[in-house]
């Protein structure tokens, strides 16, 4: 780590330790939403280490990693919301359009704007897995969008959410809606078995007018456009898996300490967690500037992304059995972490997507090298 990250993460740690840690039961059991914190988070730089200096830190992606990781550590929750308010960020600062930019890019940036990704659906639909759910129709400068979009976190009163629509014999756009846009509504979900703190809700749009200045990407711009983001996007995630992988090697560590002499039948040890940690971080040290630059080749990406999900689910389930009955209380974090490792592994993209995807590349790339 280099000596300006270190010097820009330390504050960062700080709150978390001060700010976020007290929270996380609450956040865990009772659904309590972070705002306060991400505000805060925001104020110090933590979703802007990869924006140029006149919106950010100019630090790159992997130090917007190392932030989602130190939060993953004590919250794997709110690390993902960290992870939707930077990509909203990272989607602003990489749209053509200047007006979208200029409205929201610096309130987003510094958190004084929560927003979330809405995504998931888009990004699935292009990799041929489901269809798209909203539809937008032009009319002259403008779309008018309807649809709807099930879990997306990170939104509701007061807060901007960015998605993509299918415009009718045109592609796709991206867009940003803030919460107030007429014909706009968002409803709660059905209870989850973790990730209750993100507010995650269901998006609804009934003929929603997207002025042009709320456009992040047009039909004619989106092809590229998601070709630019999209490593950002995917390494962004990897935080996630760091921050709860390292949580899980010291559960297994703190058990070890009393039923240590047992534990060493465990086939996943801590030392195994870490060796294979550290293998990721060195690959993200690699793949971040390139991702950073949009020119990224998206096969190594998704294959750190995929191996970052086994490794959070093997690390949970380690650390659940290295504390053994101690780890099954609901005060334990070892039982938090298996659920919070579930969802790394399920979000989008998910590992079976990141499975698919990487299959289509390496038979693509069989079939250029055999023509
Ligand atoms: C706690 C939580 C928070 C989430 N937050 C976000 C978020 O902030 N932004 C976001 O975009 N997504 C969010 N998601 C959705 C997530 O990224 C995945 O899309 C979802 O977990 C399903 O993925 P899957 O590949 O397992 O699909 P599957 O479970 O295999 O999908 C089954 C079917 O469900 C429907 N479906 C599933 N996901 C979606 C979707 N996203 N949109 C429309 N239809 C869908 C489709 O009909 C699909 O064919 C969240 C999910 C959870 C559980």
Redesign the pocket.
């Known amino acids: 780590m280099s000596q300006a990250q270190a010097a820009f993460l330390a504050p960062i740690v700080q709150l978390i330790e001060s700010e976020l840690a007290p929270q996380v039961q609450a956040i865990d059991q009772e659904g309590k939403y972070p705002a306060d914190f991400m505000h805060k988070l925001g104020a110090l730089g933590g979703f802007s280490a990869a924006l140029p200096a006149e919106y950010g830190n100019n630090l790159g992606l992997a130090a917007q990693v190392a932030v989602t990781a130190a939060v993953a550590e004590q919250c794997g929750s709110t690390a993902f919301l960290v992870w939707?308010q930077s990509s909203c960020a990272w989607y602003l600062h990489n749209s053509d359009n200047a007006a979208v930019r200029d409205r929201y890019l610096k309130d987003v940036a510094h958190g004084r704007l929560l927003a979330?990704?809405?995504?998931?659906?888009t990004v699935?639909h292009l990799a041929g897995i489901?269809k798209i759910?909203l539809r937008a129709r032009r009319e002259g400068d403008t779309y008018v969008v309807n649809g709807s979009?099930?879990?997306?976190?990170?939104v509701g009163d007061g807060h901007l959410a960015i998605v993509a629509a299918a415009v009718e014999d045109e592609g796709y756009i991206m867009f940003a809606v803030p919460s107030t846009a007429s014909g706009f509504q968002y409803r709660p979900c059905l209870e989850?078995s973790g990730?209750e703190g993100?507010q995650?809700l269901t998006l609804r749009f009934q003929n929603v007018v997207v002025p042009a200045e709320d456009v992040v990407a047009h039909p004619d711009q989106f092809t590229d456009y998601i070709r630019r983001i999209k490593p950002g996007f995917v390494l962004g995630q990897i935080g996630m898996g760091i921050g709860i992988v390292r949580a899980c090697a010291a559960i297994a560590r703190d058990s070890n300490a009393s039923v240590g002499h047992v534990n060493v039948f465990l086939d996943v040890q801590e030392s195994d967690l870490t060796a294979e940690l550290a293998g990721i971080e060195q690959q993200i040290t690699e793949l971040a500037p390139v991702a950073q630059a949009g020119a990224a080749d998206m096969l190594p990406i998704l294959k750190a992304r995929a191996a970052i999900s086994e490794l959070t689910l093997k690390a949970a389930n380690s650390a659940v059995l290295h504390a053994g009955a101690k780890g099954y209380l609901m005060i334990h974090p070892a039982q938090r972490r298996l659920r919070e490792a579930v969802?790394v592994a399920?979000?989008?993209p998910?590992l079976?997507?990141l499975r698919k995807e990487i299959h289509a590349l390496e038979a693509q790339g069989l079939e250029t090298a055999a023509a």
């Open positions: 939707c979330g990704t809405g995504m998931s659906n699935k489901e759910q979009l099930p879990w997306v976190s990170n989850f990730l993100t995650t969802f399920i979000v989008t998910a079976k997507h």
